[in-house]
């Protein structure tokens, strides 16, 4: 696009896009570079149903601390049916899970309770040493 008088030594007036388009390279391998970085949770197992129901056998290997609402007061904890006081459960946890080679556990929660009583428990299993922490809800309990 000149703009000439008509002349041949007259200015050009013409838009040098090369820095431009440096400009647009430099940013697009900025972004190209940076990728977002993914918050990452608590990872969960979640306890399968049995392919067949009617042959179900009992596993007692399988360690399930519920944290159970009692109204206004504080949850009641039981492992595996027996009831347990809260400052009780780690050392239990520890005792079950020293002779084990799989460090499995699952927690139940009340649905009324606050998660926060939960991830206490979930700390307890964390500090007896367990490796792998399920979470079991109600629609997983009801098998849907």
């Known amino acids: 696009m000149g703009m000439g008088g008509g002349n041949k030594g007259g200015t050009m007036s013409e838009i040098n896009v090369t820095p431009m388009i440096d400009v ?3 940013l697009l391998i900025i972004f190209m570079v940076i990728v977002p970085v993914t918050p990452k949770g608590l990872d969960t197992l979640v ?3 049995p392919k067949d129901p009617s042959k179900s056998e009992p596993n ?4 399930v601390v519920q944290v159970l609402s009692n109204g ?6 039981k492992i595996n049916d027996n009831a347990f006081n809260k400052q009780d459960i780690e050392p239990k ?3 079950i899970f020293a002779t084990r080679q799989e460090k499995v556990m699952f927690v139940k929660g009340d649905k009324d309770l606050d ?9 307890f299993g964390h500090q007896a ?4 922490i399920g979470l079991i809800t109600p629609r997983v309990e009801s098998g849907q």
């Open 60 to 63: 007692d290997r399988t360690i």
């Open 47 to 49: 306890p399968q149903p």
């Open 93 to 95: 946890l520890a005792e």
């Open 24 to 26: 647009l390279l430099v």
């Open 129 to 132: 040493g367990v490796d792998n």
């Open 115 to 123: 998660f926060s009583k939960v991830a206490e428990v979930i700390d």
């Open 72 to 77: 206004a007061g504080a949850p009641s904890y």
